[in-house]
């Protein structure tokens, strides 16, 4: 899987598409707000001058209704620290997601944006530059020390590439058969390949971004994790991708797909423990940790609603996110009926566990 080319979420305005299905992703973002406030006062009142030109980029920044959401509440966040010289400030705003991200539906949001902008602050408030950047942040994407703040939010766990080892094609073996992700019948191979793959990502991002940030300049990441040092745990897999598996094997017993397609596909996720970030930030050493938090949110939006109605929510939203990989594997014939499957079986499992995931949020300091 050409994972840079093909990952993407689904795009438009329609009902299956992410701007419509984004409300768990909204509710990572609400869960890091106090933690981007925090860490954009420090840097303003410790470190850098709020005068002059601003660089804030968003990494993984798709394209619904959260995206200038939370550029607004960054914005918010430096105006109300600086709002003595905040007319002063330009912020060069980089909006960045892979080259196949609906940027256009972003663009056709911009001119409402500005004119919000303006009633909210004044005609006297700083500039506001918002530009595009496509391409993967595993890798440079801006010049050398031209950023103050960054953000990432539900993006780094999806790594840069299907870990190598597990490419049935190049290895002729199946090492995960029926499956998609890691789970508790996945050995220990499995595990190891997506570790690393994992450390291997995450190490080449801090290095790229230690070139491009400023010293004393933040970045607030967040992304979906887990709790235990167990990466087959529940917490980080089941809901979205062991589900997921079990509606394609349903798939397999009626005749609908080959079960070898299942055993082919491996998701390009990881859900890291707090543990394995704070090492390869260490190892990396270009940033020191300045908090670390995790919270515990529901994957069906915690709403007063039936377990059927929940299970067709939730499908709508692992579709938006998961519908550009799983079919450039299976095909589009499949889509419908692929996700009417899991809406049952969401429904049913709702039905008699839990249903949280783990979201952590860290802000690091670039180091001097």
Known sequence: MEVLQILHMNQGNGETSYAQNST???????????????AIQKMLCLTIAPNGSMGIADLGCSSGPNTLLLISEIIDAIHATSSSSSS??????????????DFNTLFMS???????????????????????????????LFPAKSLHFVHSSSSLHWLSQVPPGLDCQATGRAFNRGKMY?????????????????????LLFLKSRAEEIVGGGRMVL????????????????????????????????EGLIEEERVDSFNAPFYAPSEEELKLVLQNEGSFTMDR???????????AEITAVVSGQRMAKTI??????????????????????????????????SKTKFINLVFSVIRKD
Request: aromatic share 12%; proline share 3%; glycine share 6%.
């Open 24 to 38: 768990v992703q909204g509710k990572m973002l609400s869960t890091a707000k106090s933690i981007i406030d925090e």
């Open 88 to 101: 002063s400030i330009e912020f060069r705003v980089f909006l960045n997601d892979l080259i196949s991200n």
């Open 110 to 140: 911009l001119p409402a944006f500005y004119n919000q902008l303006k009633e909210e602050k004044g005609a006297g408030f700083g500039s506001v530059f918002i530009s595009a950047v496509p391409g993967s942040f595993y890798g440079r």
């Open 182 to 202: 890691i789970s508790k019948t996945s050995p220990q191979c499995v595990l190891d390949a997506y570790s690393l793959q994992f450390h291997k990502d995450f």
């Open 222 to 253: 967040s992304l979906l994790g887990r709790s235990s040092a167990d990466p087959s745990t529940q917490e980080s897999c089941y809901v979205q991708w062991e589900l997921l598996a079990h509606a394609l094997m349903r798939m397999v017993s």
């Open 292 to 302: 670390l938090e995790a919270f515990e949110i529901d994957w069906d939006g915690g």
């Open 319 to 352: 579709r938006a996110v998961t519908e550009s990989m799983i079919e450039s594997h299976f095909g589009k014939d499949i889509m419908d009926d692929l996700f009417r499957q899991y809406a049952e079986l969401f429904a049913d499992y709702l039905s008699k």
